[in-house]
């Protein structure tokens, strides 16, 4: 019994030290794209290859002032109470979006660099497989978006 106590004090250790720490591949690379998405189904991005279905997500086009429709998403991600926006700026925005159940959290990012298109990337830290949640998170943000009058 105390042998597995141990080993789950080592886990939950591990855990909590691993899943917070930023990660990898964040932000655009030097050709105004984001960093591919790992081999793990826990990411999805608008600049993956369209024929890859379990990564691929097309990006999402507006018709508004590019400036309105970024204050759109900054509100939709302020309403969340699970989300916070870490990184800023006219082209680019990064938010985290931390799970109810042991506080997982996922990167989101939006590239606003091709006129009228909004590039997406959206992924968990840790874990194989977020059973799809990356993927509706962007559904989800794009709903409201449309709602708002996009």
């Known amino acids: 019994m105390k042998y597995i ?3 789950l004090i080592l886990f939950s250790l591990f855990f909590l030290s691993c899943k917070d720490e930023p990660a990898k591949g964040l932000g655009l690379t030097n050709a105004n794209t984001f960093h591919s998405c790992p081999k793990s189904p826990t990411c999805v991005s608008s600049f993956e290859n369209p024929d890859d279905e379990t990564h691929y997500i097309q990006p999402i ?15 939709i991600i302020h309403n969340n109470p ?8 006219d082209i680019y925005i990064r938010a985290e979006y931390t799970s109810a159940i042991f506080s997982f959290v ?14 997406i990337r959206s992924a968990s830290r840790f874990g194989f497989n977020d059973f799809g949640k990356n993927r509706e998170r962007v559904r989800e943000i794009e709903f ?6 996009l």
């Open 5 to 7: 106590n141990f080993i």
């Open 106 to 119: 996922d990167d989101i990012q939006f590239y606003f660099g091709t006129k009228n298109i909004i590039h």
């Open 82 to 89: 699970k989300a916070k926006i870490v990184e800023s700026s």
């Open 144 to 149: 409201a978006l449309q709602q708002s009058g």
């Open 61 to 75: 086009k507006y018709f508004l002032p590019k400036e309105t429709t970024i204050k759109k998403i900054k509100k």
